[in-house]
């Protein structure tokens, strides 16, 4: 049959699909009108909204994540160390694991019994004192004239006894939860730990590979510095502790070991954490005796300027290469924003930050 004999009615086959279109060919697409155009914007608003709103009320899981994987890069250090002796790594990260487990029971041991011995003879001195007070001629006076004593009596029956147990129960509860954080952080820091090297190798996956030597070179130094950060900030806390307990130890202040060990915790927080430490250790002398406490005031203000101008730069020199101004903005405005752990983490972020621009932003602008 020739072509003109075809029928008028006769319909054009349509293509078998190829292997690129197996479940056939696409079609056409959605009319681009504005009703859609505003119905994708607002699924993308809502969208945004969502994943702020799972961000806020997740916030202490990702803070608990971020500082554990922070502790993680800070003890690889030492974990390397000690591979380079001949250990293998599951036995390295052990021992350093262990380590940071014997280093919180040595302070809680420390720091649990004076503070319980203390509260306990308090509570068993107690009666006495407000004996004594109800036998002050003075207060004596003032109860025959204004029922001093059976209105502190109502006030403690009727507010500040329930007062105190709420307080209390609060305070076990933020205990208990302290203590859960911190059993949580330990084991993420543990998983952390063990799979560094292969979270960054994934990650590195993900850059295209003519950047990607380029991008591991700058993530070690990263790594790096945050490790340097971590170690170096550990021991500038350890010569704290160490020559406070010496001080206080030949000074005769009580609790000598307990109150160097919060000068070292506290050091570890920057800008603010040496001051404040030097404060708790100076209350606490002048509580002993006046020239005590004005022996741990000069003190304290001598060491810290040792500190500041020579021990503190000696050791972060080589680890995080950032000015000090930018030190002390970055960690102000991580103080800000995370509070204690804000600030822990504001200064090797700074630091990555500065690697960053040093060696992508500079040799762009100067045209390399």
């Known amino acids: 049959m020739s072509q003109q004999d075809e029928p008028a009615h006769a319909v ?28 994708i914007g607002g699924l993308g608003v809502l969208t945004a909204i969502a994943i702020g709103q799972m961000v806020i009320h997740s916030l202490s899981v990702i ?13 690889n250090p030492a974990v390397e160390a000690l591979q380079r002796r001949g250990l293998a790594r599951r036995w390295a990260i052990s021992i350093v694991f262990a380590s940071v487990i014997v280093l919180f029971a040595l302070f809680g041991l420390a720091i649990v019994p004076p503070v319980s011995r ?16 109800q036998q002050n001629p003075t207060v004596q006076q003032l109860d025959a004239e204004y029922g ?26 933020e205990v208990l939860g302290g203590v859960f954080n911190g059993l949580t952080l330990l084991v993420l820091m543990l998983y952390f730990l063990g799979s560094l090297h292969s979270t960054k190798q994934y990650l590195l996956k993900l850059v295209p590979a003519s950047r990607r030597y380029r991008t591991e070179s700058i993530t070690d130094q990263i790594l790096s510095g945050i490790g340097g950060y971590v170690a170096g900030n550990i021991l500038i806390s350890v010569i704290a502790g160490v020559v406070s307990w010496i001080f206080l130890h030949f000074a005769g202040v009580k609790y000598a070991l307990a109150l160097a060990l919060v000068v070292a915790v506290l050091d570890l927080i920057p800008l ?42 000696r050791v972060m020199t080589r680890s995080v290469n950032v000015t000090p101004a930018v030190t ?3 960690a102000l405005i991580g103080g800000a924003l995370l509070g204690i752990v804000g600030a822990l983490l504001a200064i090797p972020v700074a630091a990555a930050i500065a690697l960053i621009i040093r060696e992508l932003v500079h040799p762009r602008q100067a045209g390399h």
């Not at 056939?24 to 959605?30: A, F, S, V």
């Not at 203390?118 to 007070?133: C, K, R, S």
């Open 148 to 173: 001093i004593i059976q209105q502190a009596i109502s006030f403690v029956a009727s507010q500040l006894g329930p007062t105190l147990a709420g307080g209390i129960l609060n305070a076990g509860v």
């Open 118 to 133: 203390e509260l306990t003879a308090f509570i068993q001195a107690l009666p006495g004192y407000l004996t004594e007070l």
């Open 12 to 39: 054009t086959e349509e293509p078998a699909p190829s292997d690129t279109h197996v479940y056939g060919l696409p079609g056409k697409p959605l009319t681009r009108g504005p009703f859609l155009f505003g119905l």
């Open 63 to 75: 803070i608990l994540i971020v500082v554990a994987m922070f502790l993680a890069i800070g003890l």
């Open 328 to 330: 002390v903005i970055a």
């Open 272 to 313: 603010v954490g040496a001051t404040i430490g030097a404060a708790v250790v100076t209350l606490v002398a002048l509580l002993q005796s006046l020239p005590l406490g004005l022996a741990c005031l000069v003190f304290f203000v001598v060491y810290q300027q040792v500190e500041n101008y020579l021990i503190y730069p």
